[in-house]
């Protein structure tokens, strides 16, 4: 039933929904970094649940303007300074997160908020930055753009369930962090270099590559106070279970003590 009317349409076909896929699974693939920045973005704030409510707002926000620049993306293309200023920022952000004080362990953290409404706006502008360079490789594989934006509305949900991960594993791996904003570099870089010169911009898998390389290297190692973690649940997962005292076992313990005396 569902093949008849799939095949009856010829907006619906297979085709179509195979294609769907692709753009979810690429909109997936290219939030990696993007997600990781907006975790490391909302770390800034004190406390959980203001870092949680960051990223509803600022993604609703961000989900808005990716709408709009889907919308005007065919006007929005013809300037490449939409390009390089985002590329601008991207790489801003990059500098800002290295050139900031590091700690102990010699690993460096994004910037610090001193309340909710100065980080829903970075949030919403660092998505806004990413979406420059997924935009244009969505719309370079379907004109259709319904389907975009059905891509582009699965994706950032993806986006918000993989921030959410990111904030938890921000504080259990050292190096996801910097790991993390290096991507963000490379997608900047890919920007400016396609603003120079649209010939030399790598191409896509290379990119997808060199993020997946860095992610490996952003999990590679765990924070001390994990680790410990880790050991002492295992240690006490193998410790043997103590016998239970019974009312017996009381008894008989009484009863010797009492033919002692």
């Not at 907006?11 to 979810?24: A, E, P």
């Not at 200023?85 to 460096?108: C, K, P, R, T």
């Not at 994004?110 to 719309?139: C, E, H, N, Q, Y």
């Not at 050991?231 to 103590?242: D, I, M, R, Y």
């Amino acid at each position: 039933m569902l093949d008849q009317f799939l095949d009856g349409s010829p907006n619906l076909g297979v085709d179509t929904f195979l294609l769907l896929l692709v753009l979810i699974a690429l909109e997936a693939v290219l939030s990696a970094d993007n997600a990781i920045a907006l975790a490391s973005i909302s770390k800034g704030l004190e406390g959980e649940k203001l870092q949680q409510q960051a990223l509803n707002l600022g993604l609703i926000i961000a989900f808005v303007l990716r709408i709009a620049l889907i919308l005007t993306a065919t006007w929005v293309l013809q300037f490449w300074q939409f390009e390089l200023l985002g590329a601008l920022y991207l790489l801003w952000l990059v500098f800002q997160h290295f050139a900031s004080d590091a700690d102990s362990e010699g690993e460096h953290h994004g910037p610090r908020f001193s309340s909710l409404w100065k980080a829903i706006p970075v949030i919403a502008m660092t998505d806004l930055a990413f979406s420059l360079d997924s935009v244009t490789t969505a719309i370079a594989i379907s004109d259709e753009t319904w389907l975009v934006l059905t891509g582009a509305t699965i994706g950032i949900i993806t986006l918000r369930f993989m921030a959410g991960l990111f904030i938890r594993w921000l504080d259990e791996f050292v190096h996801l962090e910097d790991a993390g904003y290096i991507t963000v570099g490379l997608v900047g870089m890919r920007l400016l270099v396609k603003v120079i010169n649209d010939s030399l911009v790598p191409p896509q898998w290379l990119l997808i590559s060199s993020i997946a390389l860095m992610f490996v290297w952003g999990f590679s190692k765990r924070t001390p106070e994990f680790i410990d973690d880790s050991k002492s649940l295992e240690v006490t997962l193998n410790q043997p279970e103590s016998e239970p005292v019974t009312q017996e076992s009381e008894a008989q313990e009484s009863e010797a003590q009492k033919s002692e005396i």
